[in-house]
Nanobody
Framework: QVQLVESGGGLVQAGGSLRLSCAASGRTFSNYAMGWFRQAPGKEREFVAAISWSGSSTDYTDSVKGRFTISRDNAKNTVYLQMNSLKPEDTAVYYC?????????????????WGQGTQVTVSS
């Protein structure tokens, strides 16, 4: 089992920044590719970003490229999502996910473990 706990969400004005964190416990964190997903009210959950187990490779959905950065610290069992130039359309509950797969497969949304989510609200 892997337990994932997200933090760092909140209310921010458009153009602002937030950094989300996802702390993992349980099985060996470095064995897992990690990802961030989000779900806005009335919409399906969508892929945001993924990172390989080593941190050397990343994948982003087009709408966040150049604004969001995913990173991980395996010594701290934590994955981060730095979000800059936030837009109202980024408003959603953000979920952390862990999957024993290549990082490029994480976007399928078939993660082995999910966190409980953290709310991000961007005001215009």
């Amino acid at each position: 089992q892997v337990q994932l706990v997200e933090s760092g969400g909140g209310l921010v004005q458009a153009g602002g920044s937030l950094r989300l964190s996802c702390a993992a416990s349980g099985r060996t964190f470095s064995n897992y590719a990690m990802g961030w997903f989000r779900q806005a009210p009335g919409k399906e959950r969508e892929f945001v970003a993924a990172i390989s187990w080593s941190g050397s490779s990343t994948d982003y959905t087009d709408s966040v490229k150049g604004r969001f950065t995913i990173s991980r610290d395996n010594a701290k069992n934590t994955v981060y999502l730095q979000m800059n130039s936030l837009k109202p359309e980024d408003t959603a509950v953000y979920y952390c996910a862990a999957e024993r797969a290549t990082y490029s497969d994480v976007r399928r949304g078939l993660a082995d473990y999910w966190g409980q989510g953290t709310q991000v609200t961007v005001s215009s």
